[in-house]
């Protein structure tokens, strides 16, 4: 089997027994996280290379940083594939794919898995049952959904990941 490279993303410390299968597997395993988890346990037995974001918050890159350094890494490298180690990566990878059209899921695709909004719709124009819902851009529609369907009603952020963010709302 020919050796892949393989491109690990993660802001937080995850993904070490996936690195080390994929090591075992006779894989280049690259891993780009944030510089202030540099400290920790990472499988640096499996790793071939470390690269180093800075945070601009908890979990956030500077994208344009990220797709320049990626840039510079694939004038030397072939990079086969693009793993996002954590659900908050899920974004910086699908974006590193389709800036340098590497295979897996792109921009469109993953806001199905990431973005609470595109994923109710989603499930909602295949025909899954989903409870009533609305997006929150335009006062009209809100109203006629908030007069509409009794509270209490529950505000999700879009992007979050698990829980965090969400709002229990019992009136106007």
């Known amino acids: 089997m020919k050796e892949k490279t393989i491109v690990c993303i993660s802001c937080y410390y995850k993904g070490y027994d996936f690195m080390d299968e994929m090591k075992k597997l006779g894989n280049k395993v690259i891993l780009i996280t944030s510089e202030n988890i540099k400290e920790k346990n990472w ?36 990079v086969d594939a693009v793993i996002a180690l954590d659900d908050y990566d899920v974004e910086k990878a699908a974006l590193i794919r389709e800036t340098f059209r590497i295979p897996g899921m792109g921009q469109t695709t993953h806001r199905y898995f990431r973005d609470k909004l595109a994923m109710r719709q989603m499930a909602k124009d ?47």
């Not at 470390?50 to 990626?70: A, C, I, K, R, T």
């Not at 049952?129 to 879009?158: G, Q």
């Open 43 to 78: 499988p640096w037995h499996a790793i071939d290379e470390v690269f180093y974001m800075q945070e601009v918050e908890p979990s956030v890159w500077n994208l344009d940083h990220l797709v320049q350094g990626f840039s510079h890494l694939m004038k030397t490298r072939q």
């Open 126 to 172: 295949s025909g899954i049952d989903v409870p009533e819902f609305s997006s929150v851009f335009n006062d009209e529609i809100l109203n006629k959904f908030t007069d509409k369907v009794p509270a209490p009603w529950v505000l999700k952020p879009r992007s979050e990941a698990s829980a965090t963010g969400i709002i229990k709302l019992n009136s106007k």
